[in-house]
């Protein structure tokens, strides 16, 4: 893979982007306008991280400038569960609050609908046994035709998906006049998801990787998960190659065709993530890592929605 992909309609999306997860709002103009100096150009936000204002903020101030100009930038944001129903209206509050006036990517978070809540308000209300409620009047096909306009409309350039697996993926191309250009989805060298991989591969769907280091410190402390950045074999490669072993886990997902969205807030590590093109995993390394697939899912909001969105 080179630094930038060609998605299915001929537009390009970097390769290495920059997630905005959990990045405290205080934060956010530093690490963006740091990203940028560094050499991003691909910033992944959601509706749901409760910061797109504050992205929007530093996109205008690096915009104004002119430290990148904006058809030099990919900016990724997505529709949040309780909007299934209003698709135009959430995607009109992101482009207002990110200050743009298009999105080079759209993706439906989850393919689970709820309760609206308000637009923007991303709620994910509990029924009366503490279990997420979902809509069951909203079809994910009704969602995609929605978010198919958000293209003619000129909203978007790209739409996508998120957290789909294989059988949703599949219906997804089914009903779609527009193919999703992008699936993302959890996936690193714990839980490496090899037959969605070749799925989108094989459909012309590119696969993006959120939690690309398996959510390191964040989900231990959010899901009481484990990361794979401690591994002793990955501590070997990282020895080998005299790089991070978060450069590894990165490199080993571009060799695997897949785009990488990591999240930090130290600008060291901003440099080291987007710094993972100068070196090479041999076959045998690759292979090495292979061994290490334990089906493992850091990411688990079920533990919050009190049901195994997954299942």
């Known amino acids: 893979m080179e630094t930038r992909v060609r998605l299915n309609n001929g537009y390009e999306m970097p390769a290495i982007g920059l997630g905005v997860w959990r ?6 103009r530093d690490l963006i306008l740091n990203a940028i100096n560094i050499g991003y150009r691909h910033f992944d ?20 400038t002119g430290l990148v100009k904006r058809e030099e930038v990919f900016i990724t944001t997505k529709l949040w569960n309780s909007d299934h129903g209003h698709v135009i209206e ?6 207002k609050k990110l200050q743009l006036d298009y999105l080079d990517l759209y993706l439906v978070h989850f393919p689970i609908a709820t309760p609206h809540t308000g637009v923007g308000a991303t709620a994910s209300l509990l029924d009366e046994n503490k279990v997420l409620d979902i809509d069951t009047t909203i079809s994910l096909k009704t969602t995609w035709r929605a978010m198919e306009h958000l293209v003619s409309l000129g909203l978007v350039r790209s739409i996508g998906i998120s957290n789909y697996d294989v059988f949703l993926t599949r219906d997804c191309l089914a009903y779609s006049k527009i193919k999703p250009a992008v699936n993302q989805f959890e996936t690193h060298p714990y839980f490496q998801r090899e037959s969605l991989i070749k799925f989108c591969t094989k459909h012309g769907i590119c696969a993006t990787a959120h939690t690309p280091l398996g959510g390191s410190v964040a989900n231990a402390e959010l899901f009481g998960s484990v990361s794979c950045l401690d591994d002793p074999l990955l501590k070997e490669l990282a020895d080998k190659h005299r790089k991070s072993v978060a450069q590894v886990v990165l490199r080993w997902a571009i060799q695997r065709n897949v ?16 710094h993972i093109l100068d070196f090479k995993l041999s076959k045998e390394d690759m292979e090495l890592i292979k ?4 089906n493992y899912r850091t990411n688990q909001p079920g533990k919050y929605w009190g049901i195994d969105v997954y299942a």
């Open 23 to 28: 990045m405290k709002s205080h934060e956010i």
């Open 45 to 64: 936000c959601a509706a749901h991280y409760k910061n797109e204002a504050e992205v929007g903020e530093a996109l205008a101030e690096a915009f104004r």
């Open 291 to 294: 061994t290490l697939d334990r």
């Open 90 to 95: 959430a995607c009109k509050d992101s482009l």
């Open 259 to 274: 785009a990488v969205i990591p999240k930090t807030s130290k600008v060291e590590r901003l440099r080291d993530n987007f």
